[in-house]
């Protein structure tokens, strides 16, 4: 085992390959692994890297290959269905923990494996991509700017681009589920696009037309608690404000959305789409990042970034904090990427640019 390798899983996934083809960039080199032989194949005799073949179900395969690597770059969703069999074995074979999950469900239950972690000297962290890095990132920038916040709004609207089949898959698997904040420290259900905003982004995108959010369950509602303390969280994304009434309905389908039927069309559609954004979609691509913390004197803070395309920026930031991990930098147990590697974390990935923080 040279000390730049690490196991890949999900490797021939549409952000898994862009993680594999770009980790030289970062001077490491994955194991690509996943179930399907075909493909994982392939992929690693295109880019002439090792590669293993076996099924997450398969313990003793599983437990196997783990004990040979220091480190899973976990990149197989849905995550909700896989994170709780990688997680385990990386425990039991004590194996760094990474992932590249959003889903607040995830998280959470992450977090319940802390002192198993801590007890075998390693770290679990999920939301290594998009999801959480760069809203983690500006969490963390608030709170330090300022330190008694009780409330923190975080938002983020993506420009060009578009959805790979995995995020996809992961958006049918909630249909129905609703919405998510954090109150007085506790996380609660609250209808999808319960509330909507305006926010303007002119000094990142150059473009004096603000753009309307709305609220969404975000891994942040689990993360930045975390990560700051802030007892309460919303969490928003872009959306037009016809699509934002038209949610104001969907309580009354929430039943239909959530039957097997409904979410098995819409895999079917899937299913027939591209596995995702083209290179050049993704070059032409960005996200704007907005954050605001507020104190009981209401006092406030805000700031705002622009950032890569997700896709891109997950597979950068998930190779820099893995390369950090095997570098010997990390704390046992379960962490979050800012609340471990700090406000600035979102910086080292090419093409990020964070505002100064406002006072009012």
């Known amino acids: 085992m040279q000390p730049n390798q690490f196991l890949l899983y999900g490797a021939n996934g549409y952000t898994g390959q862009l993680i594999a083809a770009l980790s030289g960039t970062y001077k490491l080199q994955p194991i690509l692994a996943g179930r399907n032989e075909v493909a994982v194949k392939a992929l690693a005799a295109e880019l002439g890297l090792p590669y293993q073949v076996f099924d997450l179900e398969d313990t003793a395969r599983l437990h196997e290959v783990l004990a040979t690597v220091p ?42 494996y802390h002192q198993q972690a801590v007890d075998g000297a390693i770290m679990i962290m ?6 959480v890095v760069p809203t983690d990132c500006m969490a963390l920038f608030l709170k330090n700017k300022l330190p008694d916040a009780v409330s923190l709004q975080l938002a983020f609207v993506s420009m060009g681009g ?40 002119s000094e990142v995108n150059n473009n004096p037309k603000p753009y309307f959010v709305m609220t969404i369950p975000w891994g942040d ?21 016809l699509v934002f009434h038209l949610l104001k309905m969907q309580q009354g389908f929430n039943w239909l959305l959530k039957t097997a039927l409904v979410k098995k069309f819409a895999l079917k559609k899937i299913n027939q789409q591209p596995t995702g954004p083209s290179s050049v979609k993704r070059a032409a691509a960005s996200s704007m990042v907005w954050g605001k913390a507020q ?25 820099c904090i893995a390369h950090k991990i095997l570098s010997g930098n990390l704390t046992p147990g379960f962490q979050t990427p800012a609340g471990q590697y700090g406000e600035d974390l979102i910086l080292e990935i090419p093409e990020t640019r964070r505002t100064p923080a406002h006072y009012r």
């Open 295 to 319: 104190n009981v004197a209401g006092n406030s803070v805000w700031a705002s970034m622009r950032v890569k395309d997700g896709y891109t920026l997950t597979a950068h930031s998930s190779l």
């Open 162 to 201: 578009g959805l790979s089949r995995g995020t996809a898959t992961t958006m049918v698997m909630s249909l129905g589920e609703g919405g998510a904040v954090r109150e007085e420290g506790i996380i609660v259900t609250r209808p999808l696009g319960h509330k909507g905003m305006w926010i303007d982004f």
């Open 71 to 112: 480190l899973v770059l976990h990149a197989a969703g849905p995550f909700q269905q896989t994170a709780r069999q990688m997680i385990t074995a990386c425990i039991a074979t004590n194996t760094h923990y990474i992932d590249i999950t959003g889903e607040i469900p995830v998280f959470e239950m992450a977090k319940t």
């Open 126 to 131: 999920p939301g290594v991509g998009f999801d």
């Open 221 to 241: 509602i689990s993360t930045a608690f975390h990560t700051t303390g802030i007892p309460n969280i919303e969490t928003y994304t872009g959306i037009k404000p």
